[in-house]
């Protein structure tokens, strides 16, 4: 069955250095999405992106932020100079079409630590 | 402000037991509702997406039923298995943000052999 696949599974990073996270969403799949989960905190939904735009994001995602599809397959979440607090597991999930009642299916997630 | 809770927050219960766990959620501008079952180092898996009022699904032993007029949405396990061990969370879609998925923060079902 085809899956959501992410990499790195954990990351540490100093603050104030960039880290890049990386998805491969389902083939065929035309939405995608960034989540992430503070340990302890439910799991907040940070972006969705469809046809090399940002469709929706959440105040979360500010401008140390940003989102790519740089090539057919893969999806990235950069986040450019990292703090404390961006210390979560960050999912990526993608939907088919992104319609109503539609399944987002999600990675296993990537436990990003920031010292 | 889109408000998600789930309780129990936690469950622990027999092998054998029927288990149920609760999902609220805003009863204005319904958009639809997803449960996820998510074991520990694995990926949150879709179990259902509600979308319309009074919906029931059912897959195997587990099922789920939909209120949206009064803002709940109920899981049902049926004769839990150890193997049902896993945090159970619900998400909220609202019409106004329908690509922004609220969280529950889950149930977590221990089950007992």
């Known amino acids: ?115 | 402000i889109l408000n998600v809770e789930q309780s129990p927050q936690s469950l622990h219960v027999q092998e054998g037991d029927s288990t149920n766990f609760t999902c609220s959620f805003p009863s204005s501008n319904f958009y639809a509702l997803h449960w996820y079952r998510w074991e520990t180092a694995k990926s949150p898996e879709a179990l259902f997406v509600m979308t319309l009022n009074g919906d029931e699904k059912k897959k195997g032993r587990i099922s789920a039923t939909l209120n949206t007029k009064e803002g709940y949405s109920y899981l049902y396990i049926k004769g839990s298995q150890p193997e049902d061990s896993a945090t159970y969370l619900c998400a909220f879609m609202s019409r106004y943000n329908n690509n922004d998925m609220r969280f529950g923060a889950g149930t977590r079902l221990t089950v007992k052999p």
């Open chain 1, 1 to 115: 069955e085809p899956e959501v696949t992410q990499t790195p599974s954990h990351q540490v990073t100093q603050m104030g250095q960039e880290v890049i996270l990386r998805c491969v969403p389902i083939s065929n799949h035309l939405y995608f999405y960034w989540y992430r989960q503070i340990l302890g905190q439910k799991v907040e939904f940070l972006v969705s992106f469809y046809n090399n735009e940002i469709s929706e994001k959440s105040e979360i995602f500010d401008d140390q932020f940003s989102v790519e599809r740089p090539d057919g397959s893969n999806f990235t979440l950069k986040i450019r100079s990292t703090k404390l607090e961006d210390s979560a597991m960050y999912f990526c999930a993608s939907s088919e079409q992104g319609v109503i009642g539609e399944t987002q299916y999600f990675g296993p997630g990537t436990r990003l630590l920031v010292l």
